[in-house]
């Protein structure tokens, strides 16, 4: 968990600006909270099992006969679907492969992949322009070889994905705005993934009894165990170590919390200012 020392370290503790902020803090936290109750949240739209998704059943059935999914994207794109396939890949009948990371032995990884031709190929990210994404993309792309087996999950703006999917007739499915690479896992960057390997989508949406659950606390440390076992992120490798040090023990609860500490949004100051917070 964040620590007050470090994440306030630059604050002064016991002035009035942040008792004044502290207090504001909670009253966004608490129309945070009512607005989560109802449901208002676009982002929490996606965990719900009336999710309306941008892929059709047609789509899934299109693209199931294939025995193999090769997923290529970077970070947040493609670590929800890895973590489906990792836990639950004894119930799964395809071989899933994912490239999510520059490699100079992709190629070579690429190639001894068994039954090349009888694989659909998904292509996830959000703005369509991650760099590596794009490289990977290129350095295994055969025109042959993907006629009628990409697909592409990104927005659709003009980016480089989207003029890929058009040159090539690509499927193309919509990555939401409102939901970012690192959340998108119950959307269709995830559940699309997901429906092809045969899974029920609908065993993934319980967000009401989520929250109702009295042993979250419990359950999210269990999932930061079971997630650090298979995924362990190293000391160099944890986030925003200049504010929050080093941490013993690295799960997913605390790189989330280190993500949402810190701004990174364009419009947050924007949001900050509009709730009264004083950020001179």
């Known amino acids: 968990m964040l620590k007050k020392d470090n994440f306030f370290k630059n604050y002064f503790i016991h002035s009035s600006k942040y008792y004044n902020n502290i207090k504001k803090t909670k009253k966004v936290f608490k129309s ?17 099992k009336n999710y309306k998704y941008e892929f059709s059943k047609a789509t899934v059935e299109k693209f199931s006969k294939y025995k193999n999914i090769v997923v290529i994207g970077m970070g947040g794109s493609i670590l929800g679907t890895k973590s489906i396939y990792s836990f639950l890949k004894k119930s799964i009948k395809k071989e899933v492969f994912f490239f999510d990371n520059l490699d100079l032995n992709l190629n070579l990884k690429y190639r001894k992949i068994k039954n090349l031709k009888n694989s659909c190929f998904i292509v996830a990210s959000k703005s369509g322009k991650t760099i590596e994404t794009i490289i990977n993309l290129g350095t295994i792309f055969s025109k042959n070889l993907l006629k009628n087996k990409l697909i592409i999950i990104a ?5 480089a994905l989207m003029v890929i999917a058009n040159k090539y007739n690509a ?12 959340y998108s896992v119950l959307s269709e960057t995830g559940m699309f993934p997901a429906a092809l390997m045969g899974l029920n989508l609908m ?17 999210i440390d269990d999932y930061d165990q079971a997630r650090h076992a298979i995924f362990p992120v190293p000391k160099e490798g944890q986030s925003k170590q200049d504010l929050f040090g080093t941490a013993s023990f690295y799960g997913w609860s605390e790189h989330v919390s280190r993500q949402l500490a810190i701004p990174e949004r364009a419009n947050f100051r924007a949001f900050l200012l509009e709730h009264g917070f004083n950020l001179r």
């Open 32 to 48: 945070f909270l009512v607005d989560l109750k109802n449901f208002k949240i676009p982002l929490l739209e996606s965990y719900e």
């Open 155 to 159: 927005e659709p703006t003009d980016n």
């Open 203 to 219: 065993k993934f949406k319980n967000l009401k009894s989520l929250i109702k659950n009295k042993n979250l606390e419990q359950n």
């Open 171 to 182: 499927e193309v499915i919509q990555h939401k705005e409102f939901i970012s690479g690192r």
